[in-house]
Every structure is written in structure tokens, then in C-alpha cells.
DNA sequence: CCGTAAATTTCGCCA
DNA sequence: TGGCGAAGTTTACGG
């Protein structure tokens, strides 16, 4: 494809907001919070609506250079077809210099759709507060991020039956032995500020190999709770709101 | 275009290993380690030759739904086309139905050029080891990724001229709050297994405000370093390298 | 294959 | 606007 054909084309495309997909061979330099260089290669190019650019080579879930969204993009054409995409703060610039175009496409696409999605992990601490019986009867929660001195935050904090403090870390993802690390930390610092060693529990779909031996050896507790039974106990108070309303 | 004929060519495309552009109205289910619904709308799917699918939609850096390198790629056709993306460890997977096809594209790309990353914080350790004297005249490293109890890895551990031991943490960005405090706990764990306080030096581009308070509190030392200069400085030690080959 | 740390992390929330 | 923490984080690098 010539390429002030095709330069016409990406400045049409970009000034009337289309969703830009060029393919061909490039060159990119990138120089802001870092700098790279990347030679000569086959890559395919999206420049989206919003000023966000991507550029994928064949392999790879991650672009091997981009740029965010709200960049501003020039096209510039001498011998050779360049593009710019530069961002003020952080100051950053993107260069794509182009000696192939294969394909230049641009497209309006309409998306209004509602992403959902199911289960992350502040879900999970949104069904333990709307169910405390999930991690045993008679738990009661006093706050949720209540921050642990200067290290960090505990998910829950709240008592059980007895009226012992309970430390509650919640993991989406089965728990390691740096997670138990870091409950430790909130225990001695909980101990620290109420002169009694509270209760710990690791609430996760599993723990690691090494984790397991972990939570042995600091007497920290585990309940087994997946993102899954979450998302239900999450649908069953929803449906409860709706009825009381 | 038709639905068939698109199938055909998405099932070309992938056997052959091609980079496919699919340009569509779809609906995309996620089932995996989390779980997510979109509704309907116009976007753009790459399946690369590697099995890593992207769905992109108008706005935005990150895909809105995705699978890792990896993944196999199946075409359903009945009275949609659906395509569906597997994988098994973890088992996942993600399920995209269109019900619109405005643009089918594949390419044979070829890419075999480098790509190079200047000075990410491991260039900047490495900048250091190399010329020591930029943190200050006399500084001697002695050890770089070096265990401070269990509570993290130093980055560089060494002695000035007049012999005291130096704790340095290395960071690419303006040095934040969390990084002072980490660094305190490092010079805590040596001063616990040495017997003795060293001094303590966070070498960054600069200090973020918060940060600068908690330096003087802790009696922090600060000495500015750009990942830039150290690309530099790295530059230099490879053309030495060369030279004395 | 697990574990750890960095990333041009990005993104979202909240002060 | 900055700070903080999660993410279907991914990726790279050890052991």
C-alpha cells in the first residue's frame, strides 16, 4: 500500500475518531519512564478512539509498546511514514516508523454493553459482611480496613462468640506463605495496640504447599471459602434488598 | 458478511498460524479463576499465532477480556458463530459469540527483531555495582540482593570509606512513604544481626513529599539517580567491555 | 514447576 | 490530583 495513501487514510480515521487497526512493518522507540528501542518487524497497530495505542507483535498477551489513553497522536510523512504519540504527564513519547503498511482499516464501533465481573476479592469481603456465619457462628465484624500501624490494612477485623479479636485476611486466590506472613505482621501489631494476641484467619479457596506449613507454625487459622460461593451469597442479599424495598 | 463464509476463514487462519483481526458485534462469557459477562457491542478480537486471544474494546489500555498464550482456539458455527478459547491450568475459559462480523483479517507476520528495555531497576543495581562511586566516593558493595531476616531482599549492601555498613534501596520512581519504611526495617534486621545501626541510603529520581518528612524522621539518607544516567553509565561500562576485549 | 519481585504496570476508589 | 491496593494481573528470573 502506498504510504500517503495510507497516511491520509490513519489522519481521516484519527480525526474523525475511528478505531484504528494498521498492519505492516515498523520500527518503535519509546523514551518516558523508561526508554526503549524495538528494530524492524511485522506488528499490527491500534490506535483507539480515546488515544490509546497498542502495538502487538505475533507472541504475547501484552503489547510490546503502548501508549494510555488521552494521547495525542500526529502522522508525519517525508520519505517515510511516522507516527507520534505523545503524553504530557508523565512526559512520554511513542515513535512508530513505518517502512511497510499491509493494511490500513479503521472502524465506528458502537459499545455501550455492561461489563460484569463476578467474585473479585473486595466481593468476597462484601459477602463475608453480609454473612459473618460464613466464617464461623457468632462472628461478628468491628471494621473492615482497619489499618495495622504504618504496614498495612486488615481486611476484617471483628470478634468471635467468645469475644476474642479476629484478624480476617481474605485471598481470592489460594493463600501463600507471604499472605501468611503478612497476617503475622497484623497479629503482633493488633497485639501490640490491644496487649492481647488476637485470633488470625486466612479465608481463601485453598492454601499453598507452603503456606500450609506456615499457618501450623504461627497458629494462624484457615476457612476454606471460594470467589464462587461469594458471588451466590452476593446474589441471595441482592435478591434480599430488592424484597425489603 | 456471512457468518459461514467468516468461519471458514477463521478456521483457515488459525490452522495456517496466522495473526487474526476479527472486527465484530459479540457477546463474550468468561469462566476461570474469576468470572465476567459483556453484553453485547462492537469490538475488536486478535487471535495470535501463539493461542493469545485479546478483546479490545473502544476505550482503554487493557483488553476487556482475554486468555494467556497458550490457549486452543475452537469455531463453532451453528446458528451463530461462537468462538471459544481454552485452557487448562488453570481451567478456564472464554466464549465469544458474534452476532455481527464487519471485518475478517490474518497475517503472516514476521518479527524477529530485538527489543530493549533501558534502564529498568535492575539497570540501575547494575549501573551502581558498576560505578560505585555515583552513590559516593568510597562506597564499596559487597553484596547485592542480600536477605534482611524474612522480611525482604536488600538491594545493595556494602561499606563506605570509612568502613560503616550502607544499606541501599534502589527504585526507578520518586521514592514513596511505604519505600522509607521498608528500607527502616532493612537497617532494623542489620542493626539486630550486626549489633550495629548502618546508614541507609535510598537512591531514586527524587522523593515524593510524604516520603521526604519520613526520611529526615528516620534519619534516611537520599542520593538522586535517574534510570536515564544510569542507561548512560551503562553505555559506557559496555563500551569498556568492547575495549578490552 | 513453585516462589518472588518488578512493571512505561493499569485501573479504580477515595481523600 | 495524589495516594493506596487489587488484578482473571503478566512477565521475568531463580531454585
Given at each position: 500500500m502506498n504510504l500517503?495513501?495510507?497516511?491520509e487514510r490513519i489522519r481521516m480515521a484519527i480525526r474523525s475518531k475511528e478505531f484504528l487497526v494498521i498492519v505492516g512493518r515498523m520500527e518503535v522507540n519509546y523514551e518516558g519512564r523508561a526508554s526503549s528501542t524495538l528494530g524492524s518487524g511485522d506488528r499490527v497497530l491500534m490506535i483507539k478512539p480515546d488515544g490509546s495505542v497498542l502495538i502487538h507483535r505475533p507472541t504475547g498477551?501484552?503489547?510490546v509498546n503502548w501508549q494510555p489513553p488521552g494521547s495525542k497522536i500526529e502522522v508525519l510523512l517525508d520519505d517515510r511514514?511516522?507516527?507520534?504519540?505523545?503524553?504530557?504527564?508523565?512526559?512520554e513519547i511513542l515513535r512508530i516508523i513505518f517502512?511497510?503498511?499491509y493494511d490500513v482499516s479503521s472502524y465506528k464501533l458502537r459499545d455501550e454493553a455492561e461489563f460484569a465481573m463476578y467474585a473479585t476479592e473486595e466481593d468476597m469481603r462484601k459477602a463475608i459482611l453480609m454473612k459473618p456465619s460464613i466464617i464461623e457462628d457468632g462472628?461478628?465484624?468491628i471494621e473492615r480496613e482497619r489499618k495495622a500501624g504504618d504496614i498495612g490494612f486488615i481486611d476484617?477485623?471483628?470478634?468471635?462468640s467468645a469475644g476474642r479479636l479476629v484478624v480476617v485476611e481474605i485471598k481470592r486466590r489460594n493463600a501463600t506463605s507471604e499472605?501468611?506472613?503478612?497476617?503475622?505482621r497484623y497479629v503482633e501489631k493488633i497485639e501490640e495496640e490491644f496487649g492481647k494476641r488476637p485470633r488470625a484467619i486466612i479465608v481463601a479457596p485453598g492454601v499453598q504447599r507452603s503456606a500450609a506449613r506456615e499457618l501450623e507454625l504461627y497458629g494462624i487459622e484457615f476457612k476454606a471459602l471460594s470467589p464462587r460461593r461469594c458471588a451466590e451469597i452476593l446474589r441471595e442479599g441482592k435478591g434480599l434488598e430488592r424484597f425489603l424495598k
Open positions: 500517503a495513501e495510507a497516511a498477551y501484552e503489547p511514514l511516522v507516527i507520534e504519540a505523545r503524553r504530557v504527564k508523565p512526559r517502512s511497510k503498511i462472628f461478628k465484624p476484617i477485623f471483628g470478634v468471635d499472605d501468611v506472613k503478612q497476617l503475622v
